[in-house]
DNA sequence: ACCTGAACACCGTTCAAGT
DNA sequence: ACCTGAACACCGTTCAAGT
């Protein structure tokens, strides 16, 4: 992986930067038109790049998601980090929670990175292992105040979060809030 | 759809009948492989019948799928029917969500199919028509034994069950039960 | 170094030709 | 009637050749 420029570590070269710029460009735009498929080749071209540029800077299609969730993904880590921080523990949880699914519904490529144990790039892990902390310092106030089950780990709220997402998805009506309000009853100790 | 053998209502010709299952086969093998995709050049090159033939009988990979998952579907209607009839509303509440988790987790093209809101098949639409049914008169009585939230539909259940089997399945630990626990406390009135 | 795009394998889907 | 499989378009992935 020592060739790779895709984990931005290194201010990439300007034409490199414009071509990496255009590539995601492309990817969003077909994500955003409701296609999580991001055909490597169909990027490219309308990417106006060889494929082989997107190979490189993106190895995986999972890569690329990554890339494109990153953002969004930087986010959510924010929210969770002032959650931890924040005054009222069952109220943070509740409003943590709202904000995953409402990150989720806005870019697919984040639920699709959520879903995704195993990250391809190391951006993706970082984020994951901040996110990871700052739940794990929420969960233990909540735990401490006898607000949520004790067995609940980080990994599980993860799951549940990413279920729920794919629950409103489901159900044709955008019933977020109704089945946030399941989920946080559920949680209760 | 009036040349398609696929929805059998008529008793096949022998010959076709016994294409038909090896295509079933050949596609049933794949999907215990743990691949959902179902080319269909590749189902049938593996039941060794010409393309045409698998899109002469599923016109379509949901309706491969449907034909699949039929099955199992026609075990979790009648175990909802049972429940719809059973003595203690809350604990066959309990038993059929866990039986649709139990369906779903043997069977990952019923997980697709009841994800799925538009049938290819009309087999499927009478068992979703049946399910529904079913479901409905059970969540009638819990609702009057004020055991359920009563402005829970049959479509928010099964977009719930469908999140459920997601949370499931994105947590590496096999962890149904909790979850279901989670799900069912969030669920009471 | 980085990019291009031809090349090969594979899949979706159709349809003329066989039985 | 039903089945076959060639045909065409498209995507995944690699890699020799260009700059």
Chains 1, 2 share one sequence.
Do not use: W
């Not at 930087?74 to 523990?89: I, M, S």
């Not at 995704?116 to 310092?137: I, N």
């Amino acid at each position: 992986m020592g060739t790779t420029p895709s984990t931005d570590t290194e201010p990439l070269r300007a034409d490199s930067a414009r071509v990496r710029a255009r590539m995601l460009q492309a990817a969003r735009k077909r994500v955003a038109d409701g296609d999580l498929e991001l055909p490597m080749n169909a990027v490219a071209k309308a990417a106006g790049v060889g494929v082989g540029t997107v190979y490189r800077h993106f190895p995986t299609r999972q890569a690329l998601l990554e890339a494109l969730a990153a953002e969004r993904y930087t986010l959510l880590v924010a929210e969770a980090e002032q959650a931890a921080a924040g005054p009222d523990v069952a109220a943070e949880v509740a409003r943590l929670l709202r904000a995953a699914l409402e990150h989720q519904r806005c870019d697919p490529a984040l639920a699709a990175v959520l879903a995704e144990p195993d990250a391809a790039r190391q951006e993706t892990r970082d984020l994951g292992q901040a996110l990871a902390a700052a739940v794990d310092r929420l969960l233990e106030r909540a735990r401490a105040a006898g607000e949520i089950r004790p067995d609940i780990t980080v990994d599980d709220l993860r799951a549940l979060v990413c279920g729920l997402q794919h629950a409103v998805t489901v159900s044709g009506d955008a019933t977020d809030d109704r089945y946030l309000a399941i989920l946080l009853r559920g949680l209760r100790a």
